[in-house]
């Protein structure tokens, strides 16, 4: 119980939430967006300098949402069962290609899959301590939410101000 108690704990999650790829991810995403907003904004030629401006806006907020929605859908695991045949053919080389080093010429059929069944034991229990590793230390979506909401932001103030300018 302890366990999941420390997973809700709001200052266990800030904590995960930034990771150095996190900060990178969320930082270099900030600058993205502010440099298709430029470079749209500057590059486009027009007579109505409000409409490029808000168009403008409208694209660099409308890429990055599209970017931090598709990295949360990413990291929920979306193309999960997609890729599901290729991980299992991938660990089942591995695990015969372990099995097969340690086969010799005398053996029959029964001993080469008592062998087989070893190495698979050891293969998974490897694979569950990596996976159980790997949720303790997960990273979560904070820095998507926070470009999710921070780009709406933008789009909706942004927008607004040249409507009423």
């Known amino acids: 119980m302890q366990k ?3 997973s809700k ?8 939430s930034w990771s150095l790829g996190n900060i990178l991810y969320f930082l270099i995403s900030l600058f993205l967006l502010g440099l298709v907003i430029f470079l749209s904004g500057y590059l486009k030629k027009g007579d109505d300098r409000k409409i490029i401006w808000s168009n403008a ?3 660099g907020c409308v890429i990055l949402i599209a970017i931090a929605f598709f990295v949360i ?4 695991g979306f193309g999960r069962k997609v890729f599901s045949p290729l991980i299992s053919i991938y660990h089942n080389n591995r695990i015969s290609s372990a099995a097969k080093s340690k086969y010799k ?4 059929q029964f001993e080469k899959d008592r062998i087989l069944n070893q190495e698979r034991q050891k293969y998974n229990a490897e694979l569950s301590k990596k996976n159980q590793k790997k949720l303790e230390n997960e990273s979560t979506n904070l820095a998507s939410y926070l470009l ?6 933008i789009l909706i103030i942004g927008v607004v101000t040249l409507r009423f300018a």
Do not use: E, F, G, H
């Open 148 to 153: 999710i909401t921070i780009s709406s932001l």
């Open 57 to 59: 806006i409208t694209v």
């Open 4 to 6: 999941t108690y420390q």
């Open 73 to 76: 859908l990413a990291r929920s």
């Open 9 to 16: 704990n709001p200052k266990n999650y800030w904590k995960r």
């Open 105 to 108: 010429d005398s053996m029959n």
